[in-house]
């Protein structure tokens, strides 16, 4: 049986997953007029391809000073938002082999220290994020940057920072902004469901998990997530109907889920408790 701390561990590094560090816009047409942009963006695009060297070479501390001196450089240059989200990327996956190897030591110290650095990755993405609806976004050359801030978002709530549902929702919802692919919009609905379920937010948790499954009924994660959200307000103040609705989507979830799937057992024993308590089964 995995500490609960391990697995934290674990969800992170699935969280973390590892995107193309995203590069500045490229310089316009030569006149006299914007050759001094153009020098200024060759510079960024420098700094940019040397960060992601760094970076690939797994130098956080190295690719995070380039990052950190191209945007005191020139903290107006366009590709500014670019580096800020680069530099968000490196400081959280610095952040994510430290925090796993303090919680493989139990070193207390060691992973408050990893999370002050997920907190600064955190405020990189957002002042990323910032400039990019400053300037307007570009849903092709700003999909990093939205993508970077969810994932950052999400690993926050996983560590147990003080994240809101508003929080949640607002990050998801940039990030929602840029994305077209059915299948991936589906799955961040189910995701953001499943990080508002963390923070309490149950009334917007049941509304996410349940806008996935007005497009995909037989979806056994939004199954599962709506279920367990439902039990958590039916029992909190003996809500029979929404304990009624968990049941009836616990029924589903089993009907469609993989065998091996690692809620089965969630899902039953969640059931029994049901009618062994409430006199609840599934319709």
Do not use: C, W
């Amino acid at each position: 049986m995995k500490s609960k701390h391990l697995v934290i561990a674990i969800i992170l590094l699935a969280s973390l997953s590892v995107h193309a560090l995203s590069q500045p816009d490229k310089p316009g047409d030569p006149t006299a007029e914007n050759a001094k942009n153009i020098a200024r963006n060759a510079a960024v695009q420098k700094a940019a391809q040397d960060g992601v060297a760094a970076f690939q070479r797994k130098d956080y501390d190295a690719a995070i000073t380039i990052f950190d001196a191209a945007i005191k450089a020139d903290p107006d240059d366009p590709g500014v938002s670019a580096l800020l989200t680069d530099k968000a990327i490196a400081l959280n996956a610095q952040a994510a082999e430290l925090y796993n190897a303090a919680i493989a030591k139990k070193d207390n110290a060691a992973r408050d220290a990893a999370k002050a650095i997920f907190r600064t990755a955190s405020e990189s993405s957002a002042k990323a994020v910032a400039m990019v609806k400053a300037r307007g976004i570009k849903p092709e050359a700003d999909r990093s940057t939205f993508t970077a801030r969810r994932d950052i978002v999400r690993v926050l709530v996983t560590i147990g920072e003080p994240m809101t549902g508003d929080d949640l929702i607002t990050a998801y919802k940039d990030y929602l902004s840029v994305e077209s692919d059915p299948a991936k919009v589906l799955n961040a609905h189910i995701d953001l469901a499943q990080q508002l379920l963390s923070v309490g937010d149950t009334k917007r948790a049941e509304q996410e998990f349940e806008f996935a499954l007005s497009s995909s009924p037989k979806n056994a994660t939004a199954n599962f997530g709506l279920a367990m959200t439902l039990v958590t307000m039916g029992s909190g103040n003996n809500d029979k109907a929404a304990l009624q609705r968990a049941a009836n989507y616990f029924k589903t979830y089993l009907s469609v889920a993989p065998a091996d799937d690692s809620h089965r057992s969630d899902a039953t024993e969640t059931l029994t408790f049901l009618k062994e308590s409430y006199n609840i089964v599934p319709k």
